[in-house]
């Protein structure tokens, strides 16, 4: 869509109601730190971690290895 076009006609249509409760009401504090939170953390992060871990070094694009090639090309 180019400069010339503008946005699309549904851009300027009014949206219907002034006022959307909110999903989780005033009234509520859920807690934000709960075990199941650190748990599933937990798990997520050792995964994406591991699969990180696991291609850098498959493919030979960890920290641990680029930083002797760039002092080797430079020295």
């Keep these: 869509m180019s400069a010339k076009e503008g ?3 549904e851009a300027y249509e009014e949206i219907p109601g002034d006022r ?3 999903y989780i009401p005033a009234s ?3 807690p ?3 075990v199941r939170t650190l748990i ?3 798990l997520f992060g ?3 971690g591991s699969a990180n871990a696991f291609l850098g070094l498959r493919v030979g694009l960890t ?3 680029s930083i002797p090639v760039a002092v080797r ?3």
């Design 73 to 75: 090309r430079w020295a």
């Design 63 to 65: 920290i641990s290895t």
């Design 46 to 48: 050792i995964l994406f």
């Design 40 to 42: 599933l953390g937990s």
């Design 28 to 30: 509520q504090s859920p």
């Design 7 to 9: 946005l699309p006609p």
């Design 32 to 34: 934000e730190v709960t």
């Design 20 to 22: 959307y409760p909110p």
